[in-house]
């Protein structure tokens, strides 16, 4: 009955052994396609989950090939419309370093090498740092890895991406990069 064990573990030691270990994994950002910028959460062997990109016109973000979980469309006069919680159309309005609407205050707050966000997305706690050494969303710390991963060793087979001029943390698209991290599902809880 050893024998038998023995038997059937030897196959988990052996894969085991052959899974390269996640820092000695190279990582690549992945092509979000025509997008000005855009941020990705991807797990192991750089499986993209869900991003969350804009352009020109509007801010997108959903899972791997499905629908938009959450969209925000500029409106000529600078404010945000998109669905809200409850499905019906909300309006967000953008002005100096606040986004505000229904349930929403969010104060984006330059940091040293990046940004900060704080206060409420659709009555949810918003707080969110990211510079280029690492980033905080609320008590969940990332390190930014060589490659420009964002990893955590609280959720170790979950790291992100900013891709495009979401990596421009010297100087943060505004309010872009912050709808896109909060319409993504990044920064509140």
Known sequence: MRLSLAVKLVPLVLAACATSSPVE???TAPDLGPVKGGIAWLM????????????????????????????????????WKGPGQDGLTVELVVEGSRITG?????????????????????????????????????????????SGAYASSDVPNLYLFLVGDAARLEDPPWPELALAALAGGWGWQ
């Open 102 to 146: 229904p349930g929403v205050d969010v104060t984006f707050t330059r940091v040293e090498g990046g940004f900060r966000l704080a206060g409420l997305w659709f009555k949810r706690n918003v707080d969110l740092v990211v510079d280029a050494k690492g980033a905080r969303d609320h008590a969940t710390r990332y390190v930014r890895e060589a």
């Open 25 to 27: 994994r190279t990582r």
């Open 44 to 79: 192991r062997d750089d499986y993209l989950l869900r991003s969350s990109v804009w352009n020109d016109a509007s801010v997108v973000a959903g899972p791997r090939g499905g629908p938009a979980a959450q969209y925000f469309n500029r409106e000529v006069d600078g404010r």
